[in-house]
């Protein structure tokens, strides 16, 4: 699988590799995000709908010269605006190349080229190889015009192009004429990619920083072996604290039906459990679900199950949806699914809890207040009360209007 920003950077950056793995026998798809209609914005000649047309006839040519069988799926989102659709490449690119199989390989732009595009093609390549535990190619394309050996990144792996290799993708990259060669004679239509530009791209090698991820539900696992609590929410007076803001905070003292999603050992959901007629509960660690059993033993109103969300969303309808501190661990595609699943399965006066460390994790995309924006945006759901601090932050919303017990109320003094 070879995602690319624009028609051009899967022929520049990964050419030799998708010509060398078609003459093995490999399947190969080619995922191209925008038709590149933005490449000459001040051509007199060509509007941005027949430059798109071009070089989608230009991505086929190229295509064909280096896997013939290849299967090429051009995405059409807007070029040079890759970042503000990054929710429908994630999606797109999930749909494509599904669940993780066997020998799935997922080559994709360098995630820091400097390039918007192509930065974001990477990071949508970077969170998908991840969730899916599958190996990650990135090649690099504008790093090779700004970049010092400095900038090198680490682990970069060689991988030297036969001669067959070298010939298709000599000739693939012939077909982006509208690239290599000027559109008229015209100011605005000259050539993009001039031949001290082309040269990165004809040597006898292409370059990749090679990443090889772990499953989450592996990574979690042994988070579990290493230690029975990894973030210490039976021993931290932040924990602590910030579990009993939480709970102080819900708008109810009861409610009929609970789900939380990450669950981990089940500290949080014995309180919830003091709460709630019934709780759904759900991690992705076999590890943590066993400790949360010995746990919750004494209380059979919590059902708890293994999975992962938003895909293994339970059935039913509830009152209340705890999303605490698994929000970040998500793409962006798969976090607009879960605000939409919390919002559809609530009843009609139902809550939704959200509590997320505010502060990057590393190794991972989002961070708590994009988490917190997803769920603000969504149109059916409004804020009741939010709580903001420099380590974290707890925003509940509801659907409808809900109001606290009356012996909740303020002194209206």
Known sequence: MVLAAHPDDETLGAGGLIAAMAARGAAVDVIVATAGEAS???????TRRELAGIRRTELAAAVAQLAPDATVHLLNLPDGGLAASRSGLDAALAAIVGPAVENTVLAAPWRTDGHTDHDTAGLAAAGLARTLGIPLLEYPIWLWHWGTPADIPAGLAVLPLDPAAAAAKARAMATHVSQVEPLSDA????????????AHFE?????????????????????????????????????????????????RPHFASVFEPGCSIGVLTADLAARADAVTATDISRRALDLARIRLAGTPQVTLARGAVPQDWPEGRFDLVVISEIGYFLQHSELS???????????????????????????WELTGDEVHGAFRARPGLR?????????????VLVRTAVEAPPDARADPR
Not at 241 to 251: Q, T
Not at 385 to 393: C, G, K, L, N, S
Request: aromatic letters at 10%.
């Open 40 to 46: 000459h914005p001040g051509s007199p000649t060509h």
């Open 187 to 198: 100011p605005g239509d000259e050539a993009l990619l001039s031949q001290t530009v082309l």
């Open 203 to 251: 040597r006898g090698f292409e370059s990749f920083a090679v990443t090889r991820p772990r499953p989450p539900r592996e990574v979690f696992e042994d988070l579990y072996r290493r230690s029975p609590d990894p973030w210490e929410f039976e021993s931290s007076f932040y924990e602590h604290r910030k579990r009993a803001l939480s709970m102080a905070m819900l708008p």
């Open 337 to 363: 699914e879960l605000a939409a699943r919390t919002e559809t399965s609530l009843t009609e006066d139902g809550v939704v809890l959200l509590c997320h460390w505010r502060h990057r994790n590393e190794g």
């Open 383 to 395: 804020v009741f009360a939010e709580h903001r601090e420099e380590d974290f932050r707890i925003d």
